[in-house]
C-alpha cells in the first residue's frame, strides 16, 4: 500500500543551524502538508502547498519557514535558523485531492535543537 | 472534546472490554477523521466520516457523527493491548486538519 515516507527519522541539530526535513508523498496525491508537535501538545498545522505554491499557512510558519517540491516527489520544508523551541515531531501528510479525501501522514521526523 | 476539550482524556480499560471516546467541535464542517498514533511515532489514518454521514463501520471500529450536537465518537470494540494508543478526532479547517489534544487509552492485560 502507497504510504508517506519522511527521512531522516531523527534529527539533532545546534541552534541557529538550517535544517531541511524531506517527504516523499503519495505519488499521485495533489495536496501536500506540514504539521508539528511539540512534546505532549497536540497536532497542529503549518503549511499547506497545492499546485507549487503555498495556499495557506499558520502564524507558526514565519519567515524562517519555507516548503519546495523541487523535483516533483520530494517535498522539503527548510528551517532556515532554527530555535530550541522549534523542537518537535514534524509530520507531513498528503491527500489526492477532492473535498472529503482524507489525509495521509508519514511517520514524521523528530527534530532535536540543542 | 477536540478543538476544545476531550472526553476523556484518559481512559484505561480491561482488554476486551469496549472504548469509547467522544469528540466535540464547535465550527461546521465537511468531515471528521479519527487518528491513532502510539507514543512518540506517526498518526495512523482510522476512519473518515462526512457530515452527510451519521454512523461508519471498520473493522472493531464504529465511528458515529451527530453535526446537530457538533459530536462525534469512536468505539473501539473487543480491546487488544495493541490498541493502547493515543486517539484524536480532526476536523477540517478549510484545507487544513485541526486536531483535539486527544484521548490516551490504555489497555489492561
Known amino acids: 500500500e502507497p504510504e508517506v515516507t519522511q527521512t531522516p527519522s531523527h534529527q539533532v541539530t545546534q541552534m541557529g543551524q538550517e535544517v531541511i526535513l524531506r517527504c516523499v508523498p503519495i505519488?499521485?496525491?495533489?495536496?501536500f502538508y506540514w504539521y508539528r508537535q511539540i512534546l505532549g501538545q497536540k497536532v497542529e498545522f503549518l503549511v499547506s502547498f497545492y499546485n507549487n505554491e503555498i495556499s495557506e499557512k499558520s502564524e507558526i510558519f514565519d519567515d524562517q519557514f519555507s516548503v519546495e517540491r523541487p523535483d516533483g516527489s520530494n517535498f522539503t520544508l527548510k528551517i532556515r535558523s532554527t530555535k530550541l523551541e522549534d523542537s518537535a515531531m514534524y509530520f507531513c501528510?498528503?491527500?489526492?485531492?477532492?473535498?472529503?479525501?482524507?489525509?495521509?501522514f508519514g511517520p514524521g521526523t523528530r527534530l532535536t535543537v540543542l | 472534546s477536540q478543538q476544545g476539550e476531550e472526553d476523556p482524556q484518559a481512559l484505561s480499560i480491561q482488554e476486551g472490554e469496549n472504548a469509547t471516546m467522544n469528540c466535540s467541535y464547535k465550527?461546521?464542517?465537511?468531515?471528521l477523521q479519527w487518528y491513532r498514533q502510539n507514543s512518540g511515532r506517526g498518526l495512523v489514518h482510522l476512519i473518515l466520516?462526512?457530515?452527510?454521514?451519521r454512523e461508519k463501520h471498520s473493522g472493531r471500529l464504529r465511528v458515529t457523527l451527530d453535526t446537530s450536537k457538533k459530536s462525534s465518537s469512536l468505539l473501539i470494540t473487543a480491546s487488544r493491548a495493541a490498541d493502547t494508543a493515543s486517539y484524536f478526532c480532526?476536523?477540517?479547517?478549510?484545507?487544513?486538519?485541526?486536531f483535539g489534544k486527544g484521548t490516551r487509552l490504555h489497555i489492561l492485560p
Open positions: 466520516i462526512r457530515s452527510n454521514e
Open positions: 480532526a476536523t477540517d479547517r478549510g484545507d487544513k486538519i485541526i
Open positions: 501528510a498528503s491527500r489526492e485531492g477532492g473535498s472529503y479525501n482524507e489525509q495521509f
Open positions: 465550527t461546521s464542517i465537511n468531515n
Open positions: 505519488s499521485n496525491h495533489l495536496y
